[in-house]
């Protein structure tokens, strides 16, 4: 208490806190002075340092705890303001002991020593900063960052207005022109359910092993919106691996790529030119897709109908304010909301866990095996192919769009100065984008 | 508990369907274009 009248962060700060902002710190530094997806990591990381100072208030909620049983209370020995761990003992009972299924603050105590108390009666008014499943525990936003999060991923707002905008950002005409592409950000879609299987054997439940797997789709707004839906307590975890690992792309990619490949294959020449795709295709691929995908998988609608509507605005020639603004203006309002709100889903007590640093390992494995399968595919396919493709563009089936098909450009190039990968490799790139929302999709068709 | 009939079905099924979609994709990308060849009689 500063002066008696002004109460500090200080009391609160931990090692945990400062490590958080450390981090925060790094994403910041990586960004400025390695210019690693900066629109990105600049906000994350400072997301991630104003939920790491205490009372702050950013990301709080408010839940209201509530007796799972009738009794007396025999004990209160939490005080109004004492902070306490997930499954902290809030009152006991003469009927037992009751929890907290949180961590967080005593806002308010409701009921006292020798009171009677009926099941679900309200007893104390519990501050947390932590993603709770809403239909088992309501928690009511009462922070500035706390209510974007809700109301903007928790509510899957956010996410599928960023798909949207990435439609408008993205061209198909590479992939149409060589749509055997399709099958390269098929098979990348492997890394995805292999880490879904990983997550199952090291504890995580079918819904929190999806989440994981999904990061392996490289798509933040994916991975986020499947989060949110099937494990919101570890989407803080989930958001920061799959922003991370797509940062890191130029780190994680190459070594796969030169770990299946010899230098015979990497340097593979493709024609620099592909099919002109005529502007009546361009129109109708997203219609096209729209239809078929969201029939088959309807869980998807929200992240295909929106990716490919932002897609339409793009090719219909008709409609060049709603492009311009979905590219430019309204991209940058959406990432200023998601990314700021994800980077303050990350508080020490919740981020620090064993469980979080299984989550990024299982994350990179999901990413390296996705990018692996794809140029697997590549090399099973040189097998019928007459005009050989270049299989380190199967690795661009890993989405991360368009930072691995700059990757396999990079690469091609090293070992062949004609070649020119980039148009290639965007195939399986955008291919990989609608292969990840599908398979988002179907995780949430079959156990959301 | 986890049961794994059902992860094995998600996981087998999941990457099926997503690998049949996007097949389904790529064939109706070669049948726009064919169609739209006709239409507008610009064989490419």
Known sequence: ?448 | MIDWELAIKTACGGFGLVFGILVLLGVSVELTRIITERITGDKK
Request: aromatic share 8%.
């Open chain 1, 1 to 448: 208490m500063l002066f008696g009248l002004l109460e500090t962060g200080f009391p609160l700060f931990y090692w945990g806190n400062a490590l958080m902002i450390v981090i925060g710190l790094a994403f910041i530094y990586l960004a400025i002075a390695k210019k690693m997806e900066p629109l990105l990591l600049v906000p994350i990381g400072f997301g991630m340092i104003l939920v790491n100072l205490p009372l702050g208030g950013m990301m709080d909620y408010e839940m209201v705890l509530r007796s799972p049983q009738a009794g007396t209370v025999i004990e209160a020995p939490m005080q109004k303001g004492d902070n306490f761990e997930k499954g902290g003992i809030v009152y006991r009972l003469d009927s037992g002991e009751v929890t907290s299924p949180v961590f967080g603050r005593i806002e308010n105590l409701k009921v006292f020593q020798g009171q009677h108390v009926e099941k679900g009666e309200a007893l104390a008014l519990i501050i947390t900063m932590e993603q709770t499943n809403q239909a088992q525990y309501p928690t009511r936003p009462v922070g500035l960052l706390s209510r974007i999060f809700q109301f903007g991923v928790m509510w899957q707002i956010l996410p599928p207005l960023m798909f949207l905008c990435l439609g408008a950002l993205t061209d198909f005409g590479p992939m149409l022109a060589n749509p055997k592409t399709l099958l390269l950000g098929a098979a990348a879609q492997f890394g995805v359910y292999l880490a879904f299987f990983l997550s199952l054997l090291f504890g995580f439940n079918m819904t929190e092993a999806a989440s994981i797997g999904i990061i392996g789709g490289a798509e933040g707004p994916t991975t986020i919106y499947v989060t949110s839906i099937l494990a919101p307590h570890i989407i803080g975890a989930t958001a920061v691996a799959c922003y991370s690992y797509m940062a890191l792309v130029p780190i994680i990619l190459p070594p796969v790529i030169r770990l299946l490949t010899t230098k015979k294959e990497r340097g593979i020449y493709m024609k620099p030119s592909l099919r002109k795709v005529s502007k009546l295709e361009k129109i109708l691929f997203p219609l096209v897709t729209t239809i078929i995908v969201i029939l088959i998988v309807p869980s998807s609608a929200p992240l295909m109908g929106c990716f490919m509507v932002g897609n339409l605005f793009k090719e219909s020639g008709v409609t060049d304010r709603l492009n311009k603004t979905a590219q430019t203006t309204f991209v940058d309002i959406i990432t200023i909301f998601l990314t700021l709100a994800i980077g303050a889903s990350m508080p020490a007590q919740n981020f620090l866990q064993p469980r979080t640093l299984l989550i990024l390992v299982l994350g990179v494995v999901s990413f390296a095996s996705a990018a692996a399968a794809g140029v697997i595919l590549a090399k099973g396919m040189n097998l019928f192919l007459k005009e050989k493709i270049n299989p380190m563009i199967g690795a661009a089936g890993v989405s991360a769009v368009p930072m691995s098909a700059r990757v396999v450009q990079v690469m091609g190039q090293k070992e062949n100065k004609q070649n020119f990968l980039l148009m290639h490799a965007m195939g399986p790139n955008v291919a990989g984008a609608i292969g990840a929302a599908i398979a988002g999709g179907v995780f949430l068709g079959i156990l959301g």
